[in-house]
Nanobody, 124 residues
Framework: QVQLVESGGGLVQAGGSLRLSCAASGRTFSTYAVGWFRQAPGKEREFVAAISWTGGSTDYRDSVKGRFTISRDNAKNTVHLQMNNLKSEDSAVYYC?????????????????WGQGTQVTVFS
């Protein structure tokens, strides 16, 4: 069993930065890929970024490439999402998710555990 807790969300002006964190419980966290997804009001939840369980592979949706960076520290059971040059369209509730040895990082149904989400609001 893995429990995930997100933190780091908040209110930021366009062009600013936030760093989201996903803290995981469980001894086998290093065997889980971790993804970040987001859901804006009235929209479906969408893939944002993901990192393999080894940390050797990452994937990003096109709209955040070059602005967001995902990283993990297996020793601390933590995954971070550094978000720079934020835009109003990045506003959403951000969720982290863990998938046991998940290889297809973009598919939500490949993830077994989800956090409760953290709100990110970007204003102009």
């Amino acid at each position: 069993q893995v429990q995930l807790v997100e933190s780091g969300g908040g209110l930021v002006q366009a062009g600013g930065s936030l760093r989201l964190s996903c803290a995981a419980s469980g001894r086998t966290f290093s065997t889980y890929a971790v993804g970040w997804f987001r859901q804006a009001p009235g929209k479906e939840r969408e893939f944002v970024a993901a990192i393999s369980w080894t940390g050797g592979s990452t994937d990003y949706r096109d709209s955040v490439k070059g602005r967001f960076t995902i990283s993990r520290d297996n020793a601390k059971n933590t995954v971070h999402l550094q978000m720079n040059n934020l835009k109003s369209e990045d506003s959403a509730v951000y969720y982290c998710a863990a998938g046991y040895r998940t290889l297809v990082l973009r598919e939500q149904d490949k993830y077994n555990y989800w956090g409760q989400g953290t709100q990110v609001t970007v204003f102009s």
